[in-house]
């Protein structure tokens, strides 16, 4: 864990791997705790805040490789778990470090734990709540119980999918109850409390604090990021390359992941009962249905989960994974390397680099660049290509929220010159390609410009919109 | 009537050969009449003992109790205390040259032999019970005695009792401190209440991480057995040293029966039991009780004599003048520990540093499915005993002993001067004590069962007692807090003033903050929003969602641990439960002040649920 997280270090110190993402939630909170007002309700009201409060620390210290760190801590966590995980479904010593090895130096790794500290974390999460559920298989020791329950908690609150992945594992549940020396319907509901009531607890503050804090108590629900990663599954065939290449890396990533976290977790819980099969086969069609009738919109990694469990019900009923199983998993690890390699050289480092030189988060320059051309107290639309819109307010810049009490993001999406004096948009090239939903409302608007608005001035990658005349 | 007691009691068949031999010699180990031996060894009930006496001689047992016509006749007459202690004797009247004299076994000359030599009077047996005869005992002889016990930590270090709630120093740091909070509402109101406010909200956040971090440190000592049932096995009946039982009782004729059927359960050499029940002077119901009861029990009564503070650390106190045990324990009349628990205190105490002085054994409710109080109330103790002690325990911070089952050496527990008689939480502050003198409490995987209150004024009234031994602990405690620190050491003295300066705080400060919380929620109460600036919010809304929910989980996973899987969505009613807590700490708060010595009395036996039943059924 430590070589790992001195080797996030060394990448970020020699290389100038920081993530956008990590970046942006760090930016997040010194602007929460440093901005006037301080506003520290930005920090998780709308982002799982997971990422954000593990970000704290750095942001009070002002250490801008800090998430860098966070990421690179969490990848450590996220493969010695992993070692442990497989040396516990009775795999090989050898195998397990191999595979852990293969993970550790894969591209894929470097670049999500290097990157997402937010992504990264939610593996960690992950991982341990599998482990103590392993363990607690071995050891029968209850508080096993507690520390998985509260890992899913942990987990529930750093992705916005989370919930969904806790939907997904409580099928399981009656398998550790028939595996522990449990009987009667109120030990099941007992263990399906312990598991699952972090997880609610978590959400339920979430609700709460969303509702103080922006008068809705589901406004997290609309976040934008939502939206970002559907066109890659929704829109293959968009022209917009990167952007599908982006979603693809995801899945590529979560595909391993699940891989390496579910085939030591099947012969554990799955080879005492044939009937687990069944239940996979039955919650992997239920979501199929779902997303059929747009009950529930799956995004790429949640695709590649789905594929995962549709091969393991096939496997199963009750049988170890065998040798072709490993090397057939091992391929694909191998295989993944050079493609991801030509993925990850798509992506540049260089505004990261500037960044870690000192300058401040893209998101505040862009703010400032247009609050400099604007005369008087104004309200900015920024797209800062990490999905996800804001609202900055000049000349009070330091309330860059989303979506900050009383501004109504979809009206001002339909009809901006009536909700914003400045728009802020990214050439669709720059950055990894995730635009947010600022972008998408104007897909054309190189070519056809934006109603009601005059280019005023591009700045590198940056253009930069102001409204004419006063608002309609 | 020539031929003795054991003679009579085979030639009825009132017990077989093989219980009278061990009666014999127990009496002989303990210089006791045969008659002693057998009702307070638990061989006899003595209900049956006194119908048998009464068939055998038509003598009727007398009731002794409440006579104290008796002891001018004592005066005149000088009979030494300890021989009629011995044998179990007590002049009643005087007429001519004949005393008529109260006796547990009228068939035994030797008593009289022994008066008649001394007084040159003829004496005429009548017949009474031990408890009887112990009453007019201690009665007449205990009250020097029990002053004595009752100044006992007074004399030896005044600021160590609680005689005094507060020192002149304390009631001026007090006045102070109200007087600048009154001066602070008058003049800037809103402000000194979000002072206060976020000085409270930074406590809870403090109590939050330190409850937190016992919860882990307790639940890694999940698997770890002070002793083992392999140690356990090992141990050798021969080698088990002579055990001391106190059991403090006031009041709980009820459960009479209950207290024989626990102690019987005790897998204990009953020749090294030396079992105390401490009876109350003025306690007519339960010693009546005592004298019908028709099970075998095994214990001595002894009588407090009555005298201020009528407190439980008061008799035991008492009651320890009178113990012989290497080790001494106390049991709350409702208790059933479980059965090895005595056997595995010994092994624990042999395995342990030589600091360790006490044990303390989890405690758990019986009747823990009676109602929603208790439920609740089982749900707390679980956590209490299987997460926070373990956990200050592995932390080695200072333990808090709960009301019972706390095992000592009994060497150091005299040493410590015993419990203190003013303070109504004495475990708590024994344990406090024993850790400033560099000695551990320890922690012993067992568990005793008692009543859990089922009763809401019941329950308040246990738990204000509590709150304010807490407070009184405290209070005492912190009077030389350079010291305490020196003695303690850095991290015991942050869990000694989070844990027992913090609770009744934290009691405090949730029906405020409850009020406010509900307030604003449901009727939008604006100006709460001003007393709750910035940080304080955010602190507040961490302390409100963290707090609860941590709370809540934890307790969760105690009743989770003892497999009482059906508590568990009780604990989603904790908030309220605490909400009950911070009435009892009011009542507390108020009693500090103008009752501070008064033992609220907790009621037992109101569970429709007996042990013996409930083992029964479990069986």
Known sequence: MAIYSSFGLLLAYGYGFLGREGLFLYAKARLALYGEPARLENLGLVYPPTGLLLNLPGAILGWPVAPVFLSALAGGITLTALVYLWRHAQVGRASAVLVAIVMALHPLSLQAFGTGSSTAWAAAWLLLALLSLTKLLERRISYYLMFCGLAMGAYTLSRFDGVLILLLFAPFVPFVFREYSFSGRWALLAVYLMLLSPALFGLAGWVFLNWVFLGDGWAFLRDPQLYVRIPGVLEPGSTDLLVVRSSLLDAMWTGITWTAIGVPLFPLVVARSGRLSGLLLASWLGYWILAYFGAIRPAAEDLVLLLLLGSAAAFLPGRRPNRLWYGSLMIALVLTIPGSLHLLQRYGTAEARELWSGSPPPIWEQARAAAERLSKAQTILLDDTEGFPIVACFPDLSRLLLPYRGYRFAEALAAPERHAEALVLPDPGYGNGRLDRLHRSFPDWQLEGIAGFHLEERIGPWYIFLRKGEAP | ?619
């Open chain 2, 1 to 619: 009537m020539k031929s003795t007691l054991r003679d009579r009691i085979l030639d009825c068949g009132l017990l077989e050969a093989q219980s009278l031999r061990e009666a014999e010699v127990l009496a002989q180990q303990r210089q006791w009449p045969l008659a002693r031996a057998l009702l307070q060894g638990g061989f006899i009930a003595r209900s049956t003992y006194a119908a048998w006496i009464g068939e055998q001689t038509g003598l009727e047992a007398l009731a002794l109790i409440g006579r104290t016509d008796a002891f001018a006749l004592l005066e005149q007459l000088a009979l030494p205390r300890y021989e009629l202690e011995r044998l179990q004797c007590w002049p009643l009247r005087r007429e001519g040259t004949e005393l008529e004299v109260a006796v547990l076994d009228p068939f035994d000359p030797e008593p009289a032999r022994w008066i008649e030599a001394l007084t040159g009077l003829r004496v005429r047996y009548r017949f009474a019970l031990d408890v009887d005869l112990a009453w007019v005992h201690h009665t007449y002889f205990g009250r020097d005695l029990a002053a004595d016990t009752v100044h006992l930590l007074f004399l030896e270090d005044p600021l160590r009792s609680a005689i005094q709630p507060f020192t002149p120093a304390q009631l001026l740091g007090i006045a102070l401190l109200l007087t600048a909070l009154l001066a602070g509402l008058y003049g800037y109101g809103t402000q000194t209440l979000a002072a206060l406010l976020l000085a409270l909200n930074g406590f809870y956040l403090l109590n939050i991480l330190f409850k937190a971090s016992l919860t882990l440190a307790g639940a890694r000592r999940e698997l770890h057995q002070t002793v083992s049932e392999e140690e356990l096995a090992a141990v050798r009946q021969e080698e088990l040293p002579e055990y001391s039982i106190l059991i403090p009782v006031y009041r709980e004729a009820a459960i009479v029966r209950e207290i024989a059927f626990g102690l019987g359960r005790l897998d204990y050499p009953r020749d090294r039991l030396d079992v105390k029940l401490l009876l109350e002077q003025d306690d007519r119901e339960t010693l009546e009780a005592i004298r019908e009861l028709d099970v075998p029990a095994i214990f001595e009564p002894l009588i407090i004599p009555d005298l201020p503070p009528k407190t439980k650390p008061k008799a035991c106190n008492y009651g320890l003048l009178f113990c012989r045990g290497q080790y001494i324990t106390i049991y709350d009349a409702e208790d059933i520990p479980e059965p090895d628990q005595l056997k595995k205190v010994v092994v624990a105490f042999r395995k342990s540093p030589n600091e360790v002085i006490v044990l303390q054994a989890a405690l758990n409710y019986y009747n823990a499915e009676e109602n929603l109080l208790t439920r609740l109330f089982t749900l707390e103790y679980s956590y209490w005993f299987d997460y926070m002690l373990p956990g200050l325990d592995a932390l080695r911070m200072p333990i808090p002993l709960g009301g019972t089952s706390n095992h000592f050496r009994m060497d150091k527990l005299l040493e410590l001067h015993a419990w203190d008689p003013f303070n109504v939480t004495e475990d708590a502050d024994l344990g406090i004590r024993a850790a400033a003198r560099g000695y551990r409490v320890g922690i012993v995987n067992s568990t005793t069962y008692e009543e859990a209150n089922k009763s809401l004024g019941n329950w308040i009234r246990q738990r204000s007692r509590w709150i304010k031994g807490y407070m009184q602990t405290f209070l005492v405690h912190i009077r030389r807090p350079i010291q305490l620190w020196r003695s303690l050491g850095g991290r015991a003295m942050i869990g000694f003033i989070l844990f027992i300066g913090g609770s009744p705080l934290a009691f405090l400060g949730h029906l405020p903050l409850s009020v406010l919380f509900a307030g604003w929620l449901l009727f939008r109460w604006s100006w709460v929003e001003a007393l709750f600036p910035g940080w304080a919010l955010y602190v507040a809304l961490f302390n409100f969602l963290v707090g609860n929910a941590l709370m809540i989980y934890v307790n969760m996973v105690a009743v989770f641990r003892r497999g009482l899987y059906h508590l568990l969505p009780y604990a989603f009613l904790n908030p309220l439960y605490w909400l009950l807590h911070s009435v009892a700490a009011y009542k507390a708060l108020w009693q500090l002040f103008f009752k501070p010595s008064y033992w609220e009395k907790t009621r037992h036996g109101l569970s429709q649920i007996r042990p013996s039943e409930m083992l029964a059924r479990a069986a």
